[in-house]
């Protein structure tokens, strides 16, 4: 079964930066497309990016174009969202999940606000 652990959430200024992490493991990293989503408070979770497994192929909400990118490092059973220029709308509880075997994170918290 393939683990996942979310980090580097945290409270940013509107405007600044932060790097999320999801680090795996258990089954073979490098086999998996994985995604992030977000779910602010009283909203549906929302899918935010898609890698696949190889880290070629990317997409994006069209809220985060621009902003955000998604990476994975398959040497390091790690994959990254860099979310730059971050909105207060931003804020929300951002997971990783692999699709395919429908595995979630338990997620990280990022808040922006002044």
């Known amino acids: 079964q393939l683990q996942l652990v979310e980090s580097g959430g945290g409270l940013v200024q509107p405007g600044g930066s932060l790097r999320l992490s999801c680090a795996a493991s258990g089954l073979p990293f490098g086999a998996y497309a994985l995604r992030w989503y977000r779910q602010a408070p009283g909203k549906e979770r929302e899918l935010v990016a898609h890698i696949d497994s190889v880290g070629v192929r990317r997409n994006y909400a069209d809220s985060v174009k621009g902003r955000f990118s998604i990476s994975r490092d398959n040497r390091k059973n790690t994959m990254y969202l860099q979310m730059n220029s971050l909105k207060p709308e931003d804020t929300a509880v951002y997971f990783c999940?692999?699709?395919?075997?429908?595995?979630w994170g338990q997620g990280t918290q990022v808040t922006v606000s002044s």
């Open positions: 999940n692999a699709p395919l075997i429908n595995a």
